[in-house]
């Protein structure tokens, strides 16, 4: 019989949407995938790197697994894939001695004969290369973490190489999966019974696929755009799409998103900085005055969307006038959500030869100044929720209360209701009594039953 394997996933859903991968061509050798590291004789960490801590926690999770042994067992294999594997190489067996295989990026594929090697007495084993010619993205549903949800990377990499990002070197360039294959995952997925599609990659919106085949019968401005009117075109409840990239953020995006009410009413645009020196320095290739058109561009919709975006406090050579900036400029956003970053230099980045010359303290306060700005931004956009009714996918009970169940709206808002007999996978109406800071709360509005 083959072993049992275990991956634990850390990171963004690109990381999620690996590991499914990863465990589809691994049960299709042979092995069995479980559900903890206890009882696994492999165990895979599927690491992410796009700040220190992060990067950190892999190192004391192989400390941990390592200690796994008992006078009945052996310790388990340890294999680690995903960003840090792709950078560290291996260092990592210098570092690690307990690692016995590293996994790149992009040799997800050939898993399950890099540890047969490591089976058969091989020491160190690793894979750094490129994926294969006529690799295709097969997931099968038995791996998927949702039933209900399912993630379709779309383009893979990132060319845009901002002075801090790591990720240009952990996932290496961008690569876009073809629109017939996409369209037939989804069209598989909805056969399926899936409510909800996330499509993903570093930047969505910098689409570019080889061939047009798939896109033709769809008008639009960009590959992108007509990739999304051809998903939507597929009557998939509910289609995302994360992460948008502000310099390639065409307003096409949103004429799609008002003639298909099935592409949902959210867009994550993370702009990073306020200020205009400092996103030079980011090498962001826009400054702020272009991002502030893209958010006219969506605020101005006739469809009301809700935006969400990324910040980083703390950049080198930020002044106290650079963060008044993105203070003022997150004030004029009106964010529905805000992901705040303090930053962590990454080795190898471009900025990594800056001088961090923010203190630890200032970055936290600074942290704590924008958190709280957008706190209060927000409970003005959450409590206008009151009264409303929102569209949501029930997603499991909730973890408060045995009888409230908790899902996402259309928005990617965290909705918690009254469960009367609801089932997780089913989309219903709720109507909002109570907004809190991070999560709305109603109950399911009765017509809406079947
Ligand atoms: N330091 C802090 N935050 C970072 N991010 C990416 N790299 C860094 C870094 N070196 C943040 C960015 C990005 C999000 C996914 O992580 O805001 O949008
Ligand atoms: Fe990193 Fe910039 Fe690429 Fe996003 S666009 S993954 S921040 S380099």
Redesign the pocket.
């Known amino acids: 019989m083959k072993s049992t394997v275990y991956i634990e996933t850390f990171g ?1 859903q690109m990381n999620v949407a690996d590991t499914e991968r990863a465990a589809t061509g691994l049960r299709k050798a042979g092995y069995e995938m479980t559900a903890s590291a206890e009882t696994a004789d492999v165990v895979l960490l599927n690491t992410c790197s ?2 220190e801590r992060a990067e950190r926690k892999i190192f004391r999770r192989i400390g941990e697994v390592r200690k796994l042994a008992s006078p009945t067992r052996k310790r388990p294999l340890i294999g680690v894939m995903g960003c840090v594997a792709q950078l560290e190489g291996p260092s990592i067996f210098r570092n690690s001695p307990a690692v016995d295989l590293v996994i790149g990026t992009r040799a997800t594929d050939r898993i399950s004969s890099l540890i047969e090697r490591v089976q058969d007495g091989e020491k160190s084993v690793i894979d750094l290369e490129e994926r294969q010619e006529g690799e295709v993205w097969d997931v099968s549903p038995a791996e998927r973490r949702s039933p209900y949800v399912a993630f379709v990377p779309i383009i893979e990499g990132c060319n845009k190489f901002c002075s ?4 240009p070197y952990s996932r290496g360039r961008e690569k876009s999966r073809s629109a017939q294959e996409i369209v037939a995952e989804v069209l598989r997925l909805r056969a399926l019974g899936y409510k909800e599609i996330h499509l993903i990659g570093q930047n969505v919106n910098s689409y570019r696929p080889k061939s047009q085949a798939g896109l033709e019968p769809y008008g639009g401005a960009t590959p992108f755009s007509r990739l999304l009117r051809a998903v939507a075109d597929t009557g998939t409840e509910r289609i995302k799409f994360m ?1 948008s990239f502000p310099r390639d953020f065409h307003p096409d995006i949103v004429s799609a998103l008002e003639e298909f009410p099935n592409l949902c009413d959210w867009v994550h645009l ?1 702009v ?1 900085s306020g200020s205009d020196r400092v996103l030079k320095a980011m090498r962001r290739g826009h400054n702020s005055e272009d991002y502030l058109r893209r958010v006219e561009a969506i605020k101005t919709s006739t469809r009301r969307l809700s935006l969400t975006s ?3 406090v703390g950049f080198p050579g930020e002044l106290e006038a650079d963060f008044e900036d993105t203070m003022r400029l997150v004030r004029a956003c009106e964010y529905d959500g805000l ?1 705040i ?6 080795k190898g ?1 471009p ?1 990594e030869k800056f001088e961090d010359s923010v203190t630890e303290a200032e970055k936290t306060r600074r942290f704590l100044a924008l958190e709280e700005l957008q706190e209060s931004i927000q409970s003005r956009i959450y409590r206008d929720y009151v009264g409303r009714r929102v569209s949501v996918l029930v997603e499991r009970q909730s973890a408060r209360s045995a009888e409230d169940m908790t899902g996402h709206s259309t928005c990617q808002k965290v909705v918690n209701f009254r469960s009367e007999g609801t089932a997780a996978g089913e989309i219903l109406d709720v109507l909002i009594s109570q907004a809190k800071p991070y999560s709305l709360y109603g109950e399911v509005a009765r017509e809406s039953r079947p």
């Open positions: 963004c796009v700040r801090f990002c790591i990720v992460t993370p990073q990324d910040i980083i992901f970053f303090k930053y962590s230099k990454r980045t900025a």
